[in-house]
């Protein structure tokens, strides 16, 4: 696989006027309507492979044909239809090939295995893309063993999807075998040819239409790899139109947006046409349209003579562009027929003046070290235009975090935000910049901003960039083994608060004890009512937070119940975040350490990475009852002994590991409940999460977590405002281990 580097390019949309041809069926063959009809023929058997059921699943295909064609040899369009992987046949397809088929194609609907194996995730949806792409390969080369017999230009296959089915076909297209990944069951399945029938022919296309459709990984697409056209709607959740998780498989995936981006970078030919308004699926009269044009450039530009394009035109004629960006421009040309079609580029000659940046044969212009205008230029078949560039800087940057705190045994990642004069902040690559520590003896820093500690102390990190600088402070921490914050025996400078609790009473208790001469005792009553829980405990006292522990201890003992502990801290920045005690607080007959740990905190105030120093703001208890409406609860909890575990040796106190022993998934808190609840899961390594909520049909309703978590404890948030009353199932699955459990909403 080919790499490439993250970019900032503009996409460019494409306009095009659709014309129904009507009345008549004059026109051009291939890009309008000439056939009044089709000729199907059905149920033609192209090959046969295992299904996932174990059974061998003979595979069909429905051919249409234009009516009374005397043609010697035609273009085929092979079609996939959708059903996320699981379901729909061929018959879905039957109006698109219909009207291929009246436009002077030959059209073929195909059967391909569907199924996605138990548990359902990135692997076994890999499978299920490869046993399609399998099947399509069987087809084409079907129709290149017996091309004769149909009058195929065998120079001239291309493929169609829908759905799930285009994903077939982009991965067809994009994915070569070298790039399977290493846990997708080849030895069960087969290699990306597979064995579905009519070896010795060549499988390769000529190009594809991706019509709602998505690709696993970008990384697959290579620059010598075959044209795309992309049909998506902008607001798809089913099968995302950029990036993002899919709302059918619950998995991240690249959609047409995105293809159509790296194609561009990469210089492969493509089309695109994007709709604000759109969702999944919908415009199929403009899909038609818009895909006979594509293949209809396809075919004109393998065909004619460079003397058959005219009137060429830049994709910009005039262009402002932050300097660190990058533009590909494409080239457009009118054919013989009258019709605006985009040039490979290879037929085109760039140059550019020389003080504003380079441009390559691919059309991809990046501007120079500093500031400047003039002109790009492009050549095609002796004619020449131009587009006028203006190259502009940042005005001003920002180091961060502004001040943090690291140790010896961590590094920290500097991160840079810049930005222009008009306040808009753009990517800047890292390398750019240039890092100095003031005192290498405390810390050193690289050019990718990484900081590393060595002693304890305070530098300062300046970095520069063409005359600009900002700076950051680090200071470097040290410490080991346990510290203790508080040993609570005094309730100086401690507030409490009960939240929807009927009483509340703090006091010392020199009867209990886990060490020192006290403890406090929490002594609680509430009445439980779903709409009011969860019914919370709040000690609150600031501690500052020095270096960077491991997990917080506090020694506990309660009534028995299976109460939760959490922790409120804010980080150098003051976004807000959470740690939670790894077990119940259930432990009635002594005191037990709970230790919550401070990786993979869960933040309350966006998607961000805690930076140093820490304050911790206070000890929260969620209490636990019998969820019975209009009951009272009362007890008691001693907590005992504040402390901070650092990397280091620490004495058998230490009882509860970082990690998990287990994957788990526990029952949410409260349950039922309105609006929101909490689900906490536990993972014993690193490994892709997702945590997602389905109605009693199977249906998504939310996903909860979708990517790569660290081992730990974690907990997140589920708001139910917009589900209406009744049970839901919420579902982990990490790895191979998979837990779903029941949820009630009551409204």
């Not at 450039?297 to 394009?309: E, F, G, I, K, N």
């Not at 590991?657 to 409940?673: D, G, K, M």
């Not at 589900?723 to 998979?738: H, I």
Request: hydrophobic letters at 40%; proline letters at 4%; glycine letters at 8%.
């Amino acid at each position: 696989m080919k790499s490439f580097h993250s970019f900032s390019i503009k996409l460019i949309a494409i306009t095009f006027v659709l014309i129904s041809v009507q009345g008549t069926y004059a026109g051009t063959r291939y890009r309008d309507i000439v056939f009044p009809s089709a000729t199907v023929t059905k149920n033609i058997q192209f090959g046969s492979n295992l299904s996932i059921s174990g059974s061998n699943a003979a595979l069909y295909l429905d051919l249409y044909e234009p009516a009374n064609d005397t043609a010697r040899s035609r273009p085929l369009v092979i079609l996939i239809h959708g059903g996320s992987l699981i379901s729909g046949d061929r018959s879905g397809m039957d109006v698109f090939c219909t009207d291929f088929a009246k436009r002077g194609y030959v059209a073929v609907t195909i059967d391909y295995r569907l199924g996605i194996e138990s548990p359902k995730g990135v692997r076994t949806i890999l499978e299920a893309l490869l046993r399609g792409v399998q099947d399509t390969k069987a087809a084409v080369r079907f129709f290149r063993s017996i091309a004769a017999q149909y009058r195929i230009d065998t120079s001239q296959i291309y493929l169609e999807g829908s759905s799930a089915g285009s994903m077939v076909a982009v991965h067809y297209a994009y994915w070569d075998q070298d790039e399977i990944p290493p846990d997708v069951n080849q030895a069960k399945w087969g290699d990306v040819e597979g064995t579905s029938g009519n070896p010795g022919f060549s499988s390769a296309i000529k190009g594809i239409i991706n019509y709602c459709g998505a690709i696993i990984d970008p990384k697959w697409i290579d620059a010598d790899e075959v044209p795309v056209a992309n049909f998506h709607g902008l607001l798809d959740t089913v099968v995302p139109a950029d990036s993002g998780v899919s709302g059918d498989f619950t998995i991240k995936m690249f959609g047409g947006v995105a293809i159509s981006r790296i194609a561009l970078q990469l210089g492969i030919y493509n089309q695109g046409a994007f709709f604000p308004q759109m969702g999944h699926g919908g415009n199929e009269d403009s899909l038609r349209v818009f895909s006979s044009n594509f293949l209809y450039s396809l075919m004109v530009l393998s065909s004619s003579a460079p003397q058959d394009l005219t009137s060429m035109g830049l994709s910009a004629t005039s262009l402002k562009l932050f300097r660190y960006d990058n533009y590909t421009f494409l080239a457009t040309a009118l054919d013989r027929s009258g019709n605006r079609i985009i040039l490979p580029q290879p037929m085109i000659q760039y140059t550019c003046d020389t003080r504003i940046g380079t441009i390559a044969s691919s059309g991809v212009f990046t501007p120079s070290d500093h500031p400047d205008s003039g002109y790009v230029y492009a050549k095609f078949n002796g004619a020449t235009t131009s587009c006028f560039v203006k190259t502009y800087d940042f005005k001003y940057f920002i180091v961060r975090p502004k001040l943090a705190v690291t140790d010896t045994l961590r590094t920290l990642k500097l991160s840079v935000d810049t930005y222009d004069a008009d306040a808009v902040r753009h990517d800047v690559p890292i390398t750019k910049f240039k890092f100095t520590s003031t005192d290498p003896s405390v810390g050193t820093v690289d050019s990718m901003g990484t900081f590393t500690g060595k002693k304890s102390g305070t530098t300062k990190i300046i970095a520069t960039c063409n005359g600009y600088s900002d700076t950051s402070v680090v200071r470097v921490e040290g410490a080991s083994g346990l510290v203790s914050l508080d040993r609570l025996e005094s309730l100086s400078g401690w507030t409490f608060e009960g939240v929807t609790l009927d009483s509340l009473s703090v006091t010392l208790a020199a009867d209990q004890k886990s060490a020192g001469s006290a403890s406090f005792r929490i002594d609680y009553k509430f009445t439980y009512d779903p709409l009011k829980s969860p019914y919370m405990v709040y000690l609150n006292k600031d501690f500052l937070v020095y270096g960077i522990p491991d997990s917080i201890y506090l020694d506990v003992k309660s009534d028995g119940r299976r109460h939760r502990l959490y922790y409120r801290l804010s980080d150098a920045d003051s976004r807000i975040f959470r740690a939670f005690g790894g077990k119940y607080l259930n432990n009635s007959q002594a005191f037990d350490i709970i230790n919550a740990p401070m990786t993979g905190l869960s933040s309350l105030s966006g998607t961000y990475d805690a930076i140093p120093p820490m304050t911790l703001r206070r000890i929260e208890i969620q209490l636990a009852g019998d969820n019975i409406q209009g009951q009272s609860t009362s007890g008691t909890i001693y907590v005992d002994n504040l402390r901070l575990k650092y990397p280091g040796t620490v004495t058998g106190l230490e009882r509860m590991p970082l990690s998990p022993a287990l994957f788990s998934l526990e029952q949410n808190y409260p349950n039922p409940f309105n609006p929101s609840t909490t689900i906490r899961y536990a993972l014993t390594s690193r490994t892709h999460v997702t945590l997602v909520v389905y109605n009693i049909l199977g249906q998504i309703v939310a996903v909860l977590v979708n990517g790569e978590k660290d081992a730990g404890y974690y907990e997140t948030r589920f708001d139910a405002g917009s589900l209406a009353s009744g049970a839901y199932l919420y579902r982990l699955q990490a790895g191979g281990f998979v837990q779903a459990r029941k949820l009630i909403v009551v409204k």
